[in-house]
Nanobody, 124 residues
Framework: QVQVVESGGGSVQAGGSLRLSCAVSGRTFRTYAVGWFRQAPGKEREFVAGINWSDSKTSYADSVKGRFTISRESAKNTVPLQMNNLKPEDSANYYC?????????????????WGQGTQVTVSS
């Protein structure tokens, strides 16, 4: 099994920054990618950013490209998500997930292990 735990959510004004972190533990050799998703009230969960576990290749949703940065801290098995220039529409519950799918998966169904989520609120 793989365990995924998010941290770092909070409240910030528009234009501000937050840094989320995802700790991945357990049988991490089964992990090929880690992704961040978000879900706002009344909306479907959507892909935000992902990173390939072996070569650190990254992918982003168009809505966050240029503002968010996903990375991997190999020594600690953590995956930070640096969020800059936040907008009110970025407000959501953010989830980290681990995938056994090769490449750069972006679909919810491609991720097997999920964290409980952390809330991000951006006020205007």
């Amino acid at each position: 099994q793989v365990q995924v735990v998010e941290s770092g959510g909070g409240s910030v004004q528009a234009g501000g920054s937050l840094r989320l972190s995802c700790a991945v533990s357990g049988r991490t050799f089964r992990t090929y990618a880690v992704g961040w998703f978000r879900q706002a009230p009344g909306k479907e969960r959507e892909f935000v950013a992902g990173i390939n576990w072996s070569d650190s290749k990254t992918s982003y949703a168009d809505s966050v490209k240029g503002r968010f940065t996903i990375s991997r801290e190999s020594a600690k098995n953590t995956v930070p998500l640096q969020m800059n220039n936040l907008k009110p529409e970025d407000s959501a519950n953010y989830y980290c997930a681990a995938s056994r799918t090769l490449g750069s998966p972006r679909g919810i169904d491609e991720y097997e292990y999920w964290g409980q989520g952390t809330q991000v609120t951006v006020s205007s």
